[in-house]
């Protein structure tokens, strides 16, 4: 087990980084933040020159894979990071130097235990995608299919456990420290960050979940899954069928393709609502990156080790909270959020209708081109603290990708009002969710359903009483050891000894230059 000195200095370290970034001063100037946490920051950027405008980008670039990774699921959270901070991350690329073939050659032997050319007839040398978890090389296979090759980089794995254990070290420290830190819960978002990485680092699953969103929209037209080559996949390398398309942020191709422009983004903006709402499971890397477009105008994704899932509860919630939305029912709205148990019960219903009405109507009264879901998701945020609103880390992911399908179809068509778009779409779907007909079907299933678990809910009813809310529930979290707890004998002098050595050895490198 990792000891707290060294948690200490990799925080420490990383701090470093960021000071020389600016991306501290955030924290500083933020009244919410815990003084222990604004005192390890002063210690961080001791020495250091800061520019006028933090790069929060170039910072978690700098510090590593895990690092870009956390900071892109981070760049949905404004409320967590401030506005600056969010819009600036969303910025952040997931882009390194690529390895030499030899250690990529070498890797996929070691993957499936044969020869690379018992697989493969030929496979580029250079990458066509180096990424901070894998990259990519074109191939053609022994049966003579042209393929793209994904290989984990060696080593990614154990880097990853070792930065994710020292987030929750430090997550488990902040939330113990109370008041605003308790109501973020960092502790379930580096957990649900932990659970999202682990499967990008395992492709076998990232393979799964391209099957099941191909399964999912296998009725949905202009909207294409490559397939999988189970035969040459496996937990580090993955092979799927290559694409021949033109990449989504090449607008000016696009057009000289003859690509309908702004069909191309309803459509993209309604592939995604068919996989969030109707499916409840849905590509949640959707940037540029990840998008192709063919030549007869379909939709072509790739890269699906970052997927979200919503049951259909929470479903029919986002969809009734949409639809409220969009057409001002804001009291049904807060009615909600109540029923999920987002806002706890001591609050006001009609007030927080009136809060969410002050976030709303400014948005409707506006021209269809300054209409936001991303300005949406900043208001709702915003109002978050006011009603002790804990986050809700299942909908982290839903949100990023919200926001990250405005900026796409937004670049396709900069006219589009994702409102006009998206409304038709909910409505419909909770007519044949919520309608006389499906209500019915429905009772009868659940009826059904019940009565055959009869004998186990009666065995189970006091685990599950009271009734839960709308997010599903949060699983166990490792036990952490805080550094200020009595644990057979007071360590935390011996702590404080080891913060100051190593700030100070952090520091003496930093000013050397060698951090």
């Known amino acids: 087990m990792t000891s707290p000195a060294t ?25 919410n933040a815990p003084k222990q946490v604004k005192r390890l920051v002063r210690l961080a950027r001791l020495g250091t020159f800061q520019p006028k405008v933090p790069d929060y980008a170039g910072a978690f670039q700098a510090i590593g894979p895990a690092a870009i990774k956390l900071g892109q699921s981070l760049a949905t959270r404004p409320d967590l990071v401030g506005e600056e901070a969010a819009r600036n991350l969303l910025t952040l690329q997931d882009s390194l130097p ?82 605003e830190a308790t109501r973020l819960r960092p502790r379930a978002v580096i957990d649900n960050f932990k659970r999202w990485t682990s499967r990008e680092l395992d492709l076998r699953r990232e393979a799964a979940s391209a099957s099941e969103l191909a399964d999912a929209m296998n009725g949905y037209a202009g909207y294409r899954v490559p397939d999988i080559d189970w035969d040459r996949t496996c937990g580090t390398i ?23 422009l702004p069909e191309l983004a309803q459509r993209l903006v309604l592939s995604f609502l068919t996989q969030a709402i109707s499916a409840g499971f849905f590509h949640a890397d959707m940037h540029q990156g990840n998008l192709f477009v063919e030549a007869d105008g379909t939709i072509a994704a790739i890269d699906f080790g970052i997927m979200g899932r919503i049951d259909r509860r929470a479903r029919l919630w986002l969809a009734e909270i949409l639809y409220g939305l969009t057409t001002g029912n804001y009291r049904r709205v807060a009615e909600i959020h109540f029923e ?51 986050v809700q880390p299942h909908l982290l992911l839903l949100q990023k990708t919200m926001v990250m399908v405005e900026g796409l179809a937004t670049s396709l068509h900069p006219e589009i009002n994702m409102w006009d ?31 055959l678990r009869l004998p186990e809910l009666l065995r189970r009813i006091e685990d599950r009483f009271p009734a839960k809310g709308g997010a599903p529930e949060q699983r166990q979290l490792p036990e952490i050891a805080l550094v200020w707890e009595r644990n057979g004998e007071r360590r935390w002098p011996g702590y404080a000894l080891a913060l100051a050595i190593g700030g100070a050895a952090v520091w003496g490198a930093g000013a050397l230059g060698w951090l």
């Open 7 to 31: 948690h200490i200095l990799r925080l420490l370290r990383w701090g470093r980084v960021l000071a020389r970034h600016g991306a501290l001063r955030g924290i500083e100037n933020d009244r």
């Open 98 to 179: 690529p390895l030499p073939f030899a250690v990529i050659e070498q890797a996929i032997e070691a993957g499936f235990g044969k020869p690379v050319s018992e697989m493969f007839l030929s496979l580029d040398t250079d990458p066509v995608g180096s990424a901070s978890v894998a990259q990519v090389h074109r191939g053609i296979t022994t049966d003579g299919r042209h393929v793209a090759v994904k290989v984990l980089r060696p080593g990614i794995r154990e880097k990853f456990a070792r930065d994710i254990e020292t987030y929750e070290w430090a997550a488990a420290h902040l939330e113990a420290m109370g008041g």
């Open 238 to 260: 993955m092979t799927i069928a290559w694409i021949d398309g033109t990449k989504l942020s090449n607008l000016d191709a696009l057009r000289a393709g003859g690509i309908d």
């Open 340 to 390: 999920a148990q987002y806002v706890p019960s001591h609050h006001s219903i009609d007030e927080f209708a009136t809060a969410l009405r002050a976030v709303g109507e400014p948005m409707r009264g506006k021209p269809v081109s300054e209409l936001s879901v991303g300005g949406m998701l900043d208001g709702l945020f915003a109002i978050t603290r006011d009603f002790d609103m804990q």
């Open 421 to 451: 778009v998206s409304g038709p779409f909910v409505t419909n779907w909770i007519r044949d969710e919520l309608g006389p007909e499906a209500a019915l079907a429905d009772r009868l299933r659940t009826d059904a359903e019940t009565l």
